[in-house]
């Protein structure tokens, strides 16, 4: 339990009147609000008890509640503060957490194995903080082949999963080059390995010309 005050007088020389559990509810608010405008949804916030001794001079204009650090959830601490007719301030500390819905595996993969819609499901999960490196679209997991072995009910990061290779180096590939609206295939060879949105080096095994193009998912090579 952390409580700061600073006051124009000590606590005990102030009159009763305003409630911890009004200053509780400020900061709770405060915070909720916080996480809701950056797009978290199912919020919940924890606050640590405030002590309940303590006796603050009610507050004549709304609390005022601020907050230094940008995050929105995880481990949070806000100032709730009164200006009239008294300055004083609390600190309040707790914990905000929301609801996401992810993708995680309904059965354990091994590494090597390519993940099909089946191998996953949509799940609600309580997060504390920013969900950077795990994925949340499933169209960005199905078809990818996974680096190591994966538990049942893992979240899954970035760097858990790789694209499986589709070209092999020497393979002749079709090749799909766009320009100006016009859409042109030709037959080529891959000059390297190649997985769904790799760089690829080909030859155009009609004009000898080398050219750099993407994998596509379906083994084209897209030339732009």
Do not use: F
Not at 23 to 32: G, K, S
Not at 52 to 72: G, K, M
């Amino acid at each position: 339990m952390v409580i700061a005050l600073i006051l124009g007088l000590t606590a005990t020389q102030a009159v009763a009147g305003q409630s911890v559990s009004s200053i509780a509810a400020a900061a709770a608010v405060h915070a909720e609000a916080r996480a809701i405008e950056k797009g978290y949804s199912g919020v919940a916030v924890d606050l640590r008890a405030l002590d309940s001794r303590i006796q603050l001079t009610a507050c004549a204009t709304p609390l005022q509640v601020t907050t230094v650090s940008e995050r929105a959830l995880g481990p949070v601490s806000m100032s709730v503060h009164c200006n009239r007719p008294i300055n004083w301030r609390v600190q309040v500390r707790g914990t905000v957490t929301a609801v996401a819905e992810l993708p995680v595996l309904a059965v354990p993969v091994n590494r090597g194995d390519v993940i099909s819609s089946s191998d996953i499901e949509l799940r609600d999960e309580r997060i504390t903080r920013d969900l950077v490196g795990y994925l949340s679209d499933e169209r960005d997991i199905v078809g990818k082949e996974a680096r190591k072995n994966l538990a049942i009910g893992s979240k899954l990061r970035t760097s858990d999963l790789i694209s499986p290779q589709i070209i092999d180096r020497g393979q002749t590939v079709a090749l799909v080059a766009e320009s100006a609206g016009l859409v042109v295939n030709m037959q080529g060879k891959a000059l390297a390995n190649g997985a769904a949105g790799d760089r690829l080096m080909v030859k155009n095994l009609s004009s000898g010309r080398r050219s750099e193009g993407r994998v596509q998912r379906n083994g084209t090579v897209l030339i732009q």
